[in-house]
């Protein structure tokens, strides 16, 4: 292949640990489409399956199609054999560091998930982390590689998609790439550049913090918006008409988002990281955590003062993290559901995008609507847009047009 990054002794440009997820497989597949060789290493066999046939495993737009053609015209393969890593260039891992059920991060979960690979890591490759770490992760694989003793660089390039942009936000939005090397960051820099002409170089500890402060940003900012949405709705006020008023033509709060059910697999466990990071001293962070995880008690509260609850079928609208997703990972929806499990006499739960795979107690809309005596709209599909109920119903989101007001 004569325009890829420099594959010399390699049989294939950039093999991804863990591509058959939310975050891998996109990267995989725009890889691919930009003429580069691309393999796939993941543990999921039926994951791997479903991507070798051509076919996406979960639902993002725009990938269905390029995942088809890239793997028809043999530039895309996936593997739940460890040993394809040996034959690329570029290993890009998509391993994330998780928390605990204490909200404590381990930071040796990569380091140790990459043992597994290890003994296919070959002189020459240039190891990329991909997902949110730790603070010092990145140091920590490297000093793993350097007990290897293999001659292999380590770079960290944070992914900053989200999902259902994959495909757009991979090309368009700019690239950061930090490695401890002049040539490390050089051949960061030269993968990335096939996505994007906008490179962003730093250093690795910089960018991992850059990582992190982008994610708790954005749940500190969803925080306040709930706050002051309890504010206003504490009083008998809609905080939505109040937000489209002082926002309208004032460029100094156009960012200021709408109130919701902030939660997914990353903002909440990234402001835990942060928290870690900085020995627990990070106040602004827990607040915005007991603010964003308490919005749903906060709703079963109020409607307990408006309705005998005890008595209430209650359907909850919406089940995946966000509008317009397939993804239940961290959705604060299930903690709605599991609080009015509690308090209300029945509850009721549909998606039109989570599939059966996921959640096999889905029901359809149709019976959600007709058997429920009160509505919570709890992820904001466009579906459900202006959808006449006749029935009572708590919007936060402001979906159904009634306000948001509960």
Not at 147 to 163: H, K, M, Q, S, W
Not at 196 to 210: F, G, K, R
Not at 282 to 301: D, K, Q, R
Request: a negative charge.
């Amino acid at each position: 292949m004569a325009d890829a990054p420099g594959r010399g002794q390699f049989e294939r440009d950039v093999v991804v640990i863990g591509g058959c997820g939310h975050v891998g497989l996109p990267l995989a597949v725009a890889f691919a489409d930009r003429g580069l060789d691309v393999g796939i290493y993941d543990v999921s066999e039926s994951a791997v399956a479903t991507v070798n046939a051509g076919r996406m495993p979960f639902d993002e737009p725009g990938a269905a199609e390029v995942t088809e053609r890239v793997v028809a015209e043999g530039r895309l393969r996936a593997s739940a054999d460890p040993s394809i890593v040996a034959g690329a260039e570029h290993v890009v891992v998509v391993i994330g560091t998780p928390v605990d059920e204490h909200l404590n991060p381990n930071p040796e979960a990569i380091p140790k998930a990459l043992g597994a690979c290890s003994e296919f890591f070959r002189d020459g490759q240039l190891l990329v982390l991909r997902s949110t770490v730790f603070p010092g992760v990145t140091a920590l694989v490297e000093k793993m590689i350097a007990g290897l003793g293999a001659d292999v660089e380590v770079a960290f390039c944070p992914e900053r998609i989200a999902e259902g942009k994959a495909m757009t936000e991979l090309f368009e939005l700019p690239q950061i790439v930090s490695a401890r090397t002049d040539e490390g960051l050089d051949r960061a820099g030269r993968l990335f550049g096939r996505l994007t002409d906008a490179i962003v170089p730093m250093a690795p500890e910089e960018a991992e913090l850059a990582k992190l402060f982008t994610n708790v940003w954005r749940y500190i900012k969803f925080a306040a918006a709930n706050q002051f949405y309890m504010m206003a709705n504490d009083r008998g006020l809609d905080f939505e008409r109040i937000r489209q008023g002082l926002s309208q033509d004032y460029p100094r709060a156009a960012d200021m988002p709408g109130a919701g059910l902030a939660a997914g697999p990353c903002l909440f466990k990234d402001t835990m990281q942060l928290a870690a990071f900085n020995n627990n001293n990070f106040a602004l962070g827990h607040t915005a955590m007991t603010i964003n995880e308490g919005l749903p008690l906060y709703l079963v509260s109020r409607l307990e003062q408006r309705f005998d609850l005890g008595s209430l079928t209650v359907g909850i609208l919406g089940m995946a993290f966000k509008g317009e997703s397939d993804d239940i990972r961290s959705s604060l929806s299930y903690k709605l559901k599991r609080i009015l499990a509690f308090k209300a006499g029945k509850v009721l739960c549909t998606d039109p995008y989570v599939p059966a795979s996921a959640d096999d107690r889905l029901l359809p809309l149709e019976r959600v609507l007709e058997e429920s005596d009160l509505l919570v709209v709890a992820a904001p599909h466009k579906a459900y847009r202006g959808l006449e109920t006749g029935k009572p119903a708590a919007d936060i989101w402001n979906v159904l047009g009634r306000g948001v007001r509960v």
